[in-house]
């Protein structure tokens, strides 16, 4: 089946690091994304991971992939105010010979304290 | 670079009115996407065209319809809208296969 869940809300100080996971269900899924929203704006790529990897470092993005769980984690380092947002997990999956479609989780609201 | 963009940013309708949601992408992908933003719930799948000429349903089709004009454009539309489709609407595209689905900036739904 098709289902991504993720924590409603994580709440850090401004420097220290920020983990958000992630479950999903779909063992067929092909890539593993991290997108963020910013309040009134629609959705941007922070990073994505391909389902044979089990980790990808971007600058202050981790992202850690554990497939025998269907466990997905972004850990943000050195967290600042600016990444205060809706942080949304998806998979991609393909079915049939149609294009990818995006299953998205419900959404982890970071709050960064000054 | 415009990207995708959607129109209009802001609707208010009464129970029962129709409304087309445009949507429109310059980046020569072949799939596009509807999703809608409820609070809680994430992005629920609406529809999707993996090419121009298809489409097939998402996690949640019920009260609406869909067309792909052409390969920029995808349409959302509410034949009659029911206040349980209050919501934020978003669109998105994407190259088949590709790593990246590009998204509107949304358009935000009252139905009264």
């Known amino acids: 089946g098709e289902d991504v869940e993720q924590s409603l809300f994580l709440s850090v100080r401004e420097g220290d690091s920020s983990v958000i996971n992630c479950t999903y269900t779909d063992s067929s899924s092909t890539y593993l994304y991290w997108y963020k929203q910013e309040p009134g704006a629609g959705l941007q790529l922070l990073t994505y991971?391909?389902?044979?990897?089990d980790m990808k470092q971007d600058q202050r993005l981790t992202v850690l992939l554990n497939k025998k769980d269907k466990h997905l984690s972004l850990r943000i380092a050195d967290t600042q105010t600016g990444d205060s947002a809706i942080y949304f997990c998806?998979?991609?999956?393909?079915?049939?010979?149609?294009?990818?479609?995006?299953?998205f989780g419900t959404g982890t609201l970071l709050a960064v304290q000054p | 670079n415009a990207g995708v963009t959607q129109t209009p940013k802001f609707q208010v309708l009464k129970t029962g009115q129709s409304m087309t949601l445009q949507c429109a992408q310059d980046?020569?992908?072949?799939?596009m996407y509807w999703y809608r933003q409820d609070p809680g719930m994430g992005l629920r799948l609406i529809y999707y065209s993996a090419s121009e000429g298809t489409t097939d349903k998402g996690e949640v089709p019920n009260g609406y319809n869909v067309s792909r004009l052409n390969k920029r454009e995808f349409s959302l539309r509410l034949e009659s809208a029911a206040p349980s489709q209050t919501s934020v609407y978003f669109c998105?595209?994407?190259?088949?296969?590709?790593?990246?689905?590009?998204f509107g900036q949304g358009t935000r739904l009252t139905v009264v």
């Open positions: 991971i391909f389902s044979n990897m």
């Open positions: 998105a595209s994407s190259e088949e296969g590709g790593t990246e689905a590009f």
């Open positions: 980046m020569n992908h072949n799939s």
């Open positions: 998806a998979e991609s999956l393909n079915y049939g010979g149609a294009t990818n479609k995006l299953i």
